[in-house]
């Protein structure tokens, strides 16, 4: 494909040799799928000097990108209390990007909470997780109004922040325009039909040429009340999976999310009650709460759950950002342009061959 309003390229320090791609000049890169794997792909490699075009099969509303569903909670102090030290290290750096391209991001952190029946783990989600202080009933009155009374102690992750998914991604999308980036919606295309350094985000559409990647699903509710106002996202402990409730703009709230080895998109009565259920529990306006919509999506993973920039002489795949796109989107994508333009290659996320 063409490669309309390609920035001048930099002619100096490319090794095509260093990423292994022979045959196409780095000067131009290809990056398919619009979702936030491939949207910060391209940001940083346009930073870099390269001349970026985006296909995306969908359109402007990205409603087929996993992302559209996702919690969009940036909580790597959170997440350590299950995932490996490289989500921890990556989401930590991911921060930091996130301040610095968009400085409204909002740093507020998040609240964990238990019933006292789930006492037990809560203690052990203390005990994992880094990065909070835990607060008592007055602190969390202070940090949240409408949960004043309803919790007798939490977990306050200071240093976390959260974006909605369907903002940030047209926000950063038009970053990209303003910086001369091209984004073709309505482009579904394979890395062997682009032009130049093709780096492949299709996320679980990438899947045969991805071995080992499957779809996890992850069910959501959303739904709206006037009736409580939160800041920041509240995960409720719970025996199963990590519910939480996480506030969107016009009074609505997220309410996510199931992880079950299915690739089935349904969402499931029994999903659908759990999750209720949990935002109930977190607070009873809840239950008063409008349904504005149920939705599932499946997390791209490979089998240890971690994420892979893959360098081959087909290009570059970034994929198996699992539960934590959002987290890690930024720090895959500043791998990614090290390695390419030959500046360093962290071995726990790059792998060559
Ligand atoms: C319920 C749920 C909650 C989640 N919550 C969070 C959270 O709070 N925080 C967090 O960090 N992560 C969260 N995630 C995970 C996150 O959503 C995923 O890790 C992330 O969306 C994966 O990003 P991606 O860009 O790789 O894939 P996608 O988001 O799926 O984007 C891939 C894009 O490629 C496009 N595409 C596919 N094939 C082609 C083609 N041939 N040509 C052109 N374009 C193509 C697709 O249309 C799509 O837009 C959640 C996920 C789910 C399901």
């Not at 022979?22 to 930073?47: D, E, H, P, R």
């Not at 019933?115 to 989600?125: I, N, S």
């Not at 045969?208 to 409580?228: F, H, N, Y």
């Amino acid at each position: 494909m063409s490669q309309p309003n390609a920035p001048e390229s930099r002619p100096q320090s490319v090794s095509v040799q260093s990423v292994s791609v022979q045959s196409v000049s780095v000067q131009s890169v290809s990056v398919i799928g619009a979702g936030i794997a491939g949207t910060w792909q391209a940001l940083m490699f346009a930073k870099a000097g390269c001349g970026v075009t985006v296909y995306e099969r969908g359109d402007q509303a990205m409603t087929l990108a996993t992302g559209h569903w996702a919690g969009g909670m940036l909580a790597p102090y959170c997440e350590s209390e299950a995932a490996e030290p490289l989500i921890t290290r990556l989401g930590l750096r991911s921060l930091d990007l996130w301040r610095e391209e968009l400085p409204g991001t909002p740093f507020n952190g998040s609240l964990v909470v238990a019933h006292a029946r789930d006492r037990a783990d809560f203690e052990r989600f203390a005990r994992l997780a880094r990065g909070h202080e835990r607060i008592g009933p007055d602190e969390i009155a202070a940090l949240e109004p409408d949960l004043a009374g309803r919790f007798g102690e939490a977990l306050f992750f200071r240093g976390e922040a959260h974006v909605d998914p369907r903002r940030v991604l047209p926000a950063l999308h038009e970053k990209l325009r303003s910086a001369g980036v091209p984004i073709e919606f309505g482009a579904a295309v394979a890395p062997r039909e682009v032009d130049g350094l093709a780096i492949d985000c299709r996320g679980i559409a990438a899947r045969e040429d991805c071995p080992g990647l499957r779809g996890v699903k992850g069910e959501v509710v959303v739904v709206e009340t006037a009736e409580i106002k939160l800041s920041r996202p509240v995960r409720l402990i719970h025996p199963r999976w990590p519910l939480y409730v996480v506030p969107r703009e016009a009074n609505r709230f997220l309410i996510g999310a199931t992880t079950i080895e299915s690739e089935d998109r349904s969402v499931t009565v029994r999903s659908a009650l759990e999750l209720m259920t949990a935002a109930y529990a977190v607070h009873p306006a809840f239950g008063e709460a409008r349904i504005v919509e149920f939705g599932a999506a499946l997390r791209p993973a490979f089998p240890d759950n971690l994420p892979r920039v893959a360098v081959s002489n087909r290009g570059i795949s970034v994929n198996g950002l699992y539960r934590h796109g959002f987290l890690l989107a930024p720090a895959l994508a500043e791998a990614t342009v090290a390695h390419v333009l030959g500046a360093r290659t962290d071995g726990e996320v790059v792998r060559c061959g």
